[in-house]
């Protein structure tokens, strides 16, 4: 069966360390991961993009990996600010079909 | 450029009663979807359209119609309004190519059920 798994569920840092969600899948065929940012009350907006032949991909300060053998992916948020509270998901999409795979999010909140 | 507008953005409708949601899109994307958030899962797929005339289920359509007569819309219908329905429903569109193309989603319709 075609999942996406996310971790933690939720997680409160302070305002500018680091941290690092993670999330497993296990949709095949595989075709690309994608990161949302969804903040509290809006629809999720696309962070980053990566597909099978990639393993690493930045935008700003959010950097995310993918280990397509172990079907793994982590967004990385460095220096965290109070505007990275929101809710992060993971999407993956498989080679057929139209579906898109949503994990159920980890939500982060930054605290000053 | 709007994006993806959806109306309304607050409903609470009472049990048997049936109401359209309006999603617009002023991107020429090809792709729409319907999503449903329930409190800490997943956005689930309802229906999708990849084109004018063409519509498809989703994950869970029980309850819900909808159609595709423009590119620009793609309404969701539902008909006898039950408490499950409760939910923030999302509308998303995309080009459609590549495959690596992005989901543009809209700001959500919170839906109450009593």
């Given at each position: 069966k075609n999942q996406v798994e996310q971790s933690p569920q939720s997680l409160i840092i302070l305002e500018g360390k680091n941290c690092t969600l993670q999330c497993n899948y296990t949709v095949s065929p595989f075709s690309n991961l994608r990161w949302y940012k969804q903040d509290t009350g809006r629809g999720p907006v696309s962070l980053t993009i990566m597909t099978f032949s990639e393993n690493t991909k930045s935008n700003g300060r959010y950097t995310a990996t993918l280990d397509a053998d172990t079907k793994q992916s982590s967004l990385h948020i460095t220096?965290?600010?109070?505007?990275?509270?929101a809710s992060y998901i993971c999407v993956v999409t498989p080679n057929t079909g139209n579906q898109f795979y949503f994990g159920t999010g980890t939500s982060l909140t930054v605290i000053p | 450029n709007a994006g993806v507008t959806q109306t309304p953005k607050f409903r609470i409708l009472k049990i048997g009663q049936s109401m359209t949601l309006q999603c617009t899109q002023d991107m020429n994307h090809n792709y729409m979807y319907w999503y449903r958030q329930d409190p800490g899962m997943g956005l689930k797929l309802i229906y999708y359209s990849v084109g004018a005339g063409i519509t498809d289920k989703g994950e869970v359509p029980n309850g819900y119609n909808v159609s595709r007569s423009t590119t620009e819309d793609f309404p969701l219908r539902l008909e006898l309004a039950a408490p499950s329905q409760t939910s923030v429903y999302f509308c998303a569109s995309r080009?459609?190519?590549?495959?690596?193309d992005t989901q543009y989603f809209g700001p959500g319709t919170r839906l109450t059920v009593l």
């Open positions: 220096a965290s600010q109070l505007s990275d509270s | 080009p459609g190519f590549p495959s690596t």
